[in-house]
Structures are given as structure tokens and as C-alpha cells.
């Protein structure tokens, strides 16, 4: 049986990392489930709740991609994303995925990668502009862009779950975990605790 791919997207700064940091601990001895570390072209940063990503070189990257090195991959900042090939090789031997994704690529995913559970982490606009006003990473017109981005996507569908991280991240993440448990069960797939 194959596992079922769940992908985590929403804007900047509406703690998407901070929920999958939480949720790769609260699972971290369960073995039907894996949370994908993507390759970004950008340096890897060290900030709390921060995502720990494998750093790339643009030429790299180009010359994996070209190569069918990622299962998925996007383009959003002047950067280059890729959820690695072996996260689909993991799917196929039963084992959930959890990817942090981009919005713009979810028909795509959609096409290639059945069973699928999207989880969409909103929250206020206001709140948004704080948050990525107090993580400091993106210059100001950047994180304008960003805030401009989270109001031009519209996502939805019968395979969305969406979740506001508005109040609590301990409520929010909890809320976040029972939906990855939900969607293990769903697919069917023997796990151990």
C-alpha cells in the first residue's frame, strides 16, 4: 500500500515550520511517516523553529533537477526548491510523507501523487506582517511581496484541511498532529509506535 503524500502550505510567516518541527518530534518513533528535508538554494540558517534545510548551489540544483534528482521542485524568492526523489521511493514502500510545498505547485502534485492530504496553515494578514517583521529574514519591500503573495492563492479542494494558526502554537500543533494521524490511518498503512 502505498503512503500518502500530506502537503503543508500557506504564507510566510504563518508557521508552517514551527508546526512541522513539532510534529517531526511528537512522531519521531513512528516509522510510517517521514518529513521531507528540502534542498533551497539559500544558506542553512540557525533561528529557533527555523526550517533545517539541505543548502545547494544553483548549479547544482539545475544540473540534479535536469538529472529527475527531486520528485518536486519550484521556484518562489529568487530561490530554488526540491523535495528530493527518495521521499517518493519512501511513499512507495507505504511510508507517509510530509512535505512543506509550494501553493503554486499543488495541481501538479495533485497529477502525479495519489493519495494526497493538503494541510493549509493560515492566519491573519496583521498577524503575518508581525511575525515576518520579528524573524528579520527578508528586507522590508520582501516581506511586502510576501504578504501581497499569501492573499493571491485561493486553496481549496476536497484533499485541503485547513488550519488557522492564529492562537497557541501548542493548540495549533496540536490540531496539526491529529491531522497527520488521521491521514496515516486513512491510507491504510501499518504503522508502529
Known amino acids: 500500500m502505498r503512503g500518502k503524500l500530506i502537503l503543508v502550505v500557506g504564507p510566510s510567516g504563518v508557521g508552517k515550520d514551527s508546526l512541522i518541527a513539532g510534529a517531526k518530534e511528537e512522531f519521531a518513533d513512528w516509522s ?3 518529513f521531507a528535508r528540502r534542498h533551497i538554494t539559500r544558506p542553512l540558517e ?3 523553529n527555523a526550517e533545517i ?14 538529472a529527475g534528482g527531486y520528485m518536486l521542485s519550484w521556484q518562489a524568492h529568487n530561490l530554488s526548491y526540491g523535495i ?12 507517509s510523507v510530509v512535505a512543506n510545498v509550494s501553493r503554486t505547485i499543488l495541481n501538479v502534485a495533485r497529477k ?6 493538503i ?11 508581525q511575525r515576518l517583521a520579528k524573524r528579520g529574514r527578508e528586507t522590508i519591500p520582501d516581506q511586502e511581496e510576501r504578504l501581497r503573495r499569501a492573499e493571491s492563492f485561493n486553496v ?3 484533499d485541503v484541511r485547513t488550519i488557522r494558526n492564529d492562537g497557541s502554537l501548542k ?12 491521514a496515516m490511518r486513512s491510507s491504510q498503512v501499518a504503522f508502529v509506535q
Open 171 to 182: 493548540e495549533t500543533s496540536e490540531e496539526f498532529n491529529r491531522c497527520l494521524l488521521c
Open 112 to 117: 502525479r501523487f495519489q493519495p494526497l492530504l
Open 32 to 34: 510510517a511517516i517521514s
Open 156 to 158: 481549496a479542494g476536497p
Open 84 to 95: 528530493p526523489q527518495k521521499y517518493d521511493v519512501a511513499l512507495k514502500s507505504g511510508i
Open 53 to 66: 534545510h539541505e543548502p545547494i548551489s544553483l548549479s547544482a540544483f539545475k544540473a540534479r533537477n535536469q
Open 119 to 129: 494541510i493549509h496553515v493560515t492566519a491573519d494578514p496583521k498577524l503575518l506582517e
Open 46 to 48: 540557525y533561528e529557533p
